[in-house]
């Protein structure tokens, strides 16, 4: 059992940035794969970004690819998802999760946190 505290929402204007964190107080994340989700009224929860565990190879979905940027730091048990230039349809519940087989298949994530909500308006 993995335990996730996420923090860094808010309220930021159009073009904007916030930086989400996610800490796994008393666990090892260097062997999971780790990612961000996020559900906004109404929608499906959609993937954003996800690091492998292995090969540490960084994916991210079509709409937030060059503005969003997912990392992790292993030492400290936390990763982060830096998001630049918000617009107003990124406003959503944003999840970090944790896939125990290290893989960034959106399926296998099966760890999560509790959500924050992230707001863009002006």
């Known amino acids: 059992q993995v335990h996730l505290v996420e923090s860094g929402g808010g309220l930021v204007q159009p073009g904007g940035s916030l930086r989400l964190s996610c800490a796994a107080p008393g666990s090892t994340l260097d062997r999971y794969a780790i990612g961000w989700f996020r559900q906004a009224p109404g929608a499906e929860r959609e993937g954003l970004s996800c690091?492998?565990?292995?090969?540490?190879?960084?994916d991210y979905s079509d709409s937030v690819k060059g503005r969003f940027t997912i990392s992790r730091d292993n030492a400290k048990n936390t990763f982060y998802l830096q998001m630049n230039s918000l617009k107003p349809e990124d406003t959503a519940v944003y999840y970090c999760a944790v896939n125990p087989y290290g893989l960034c298949v959106w399926e296998d994530f099966g760890f999560w946190g509790q959500g924050t909500q992230v707001t863009v308006s002006s």
């Open positions: 690091i492998s565990f292995k090969e540490n190879n960084t």
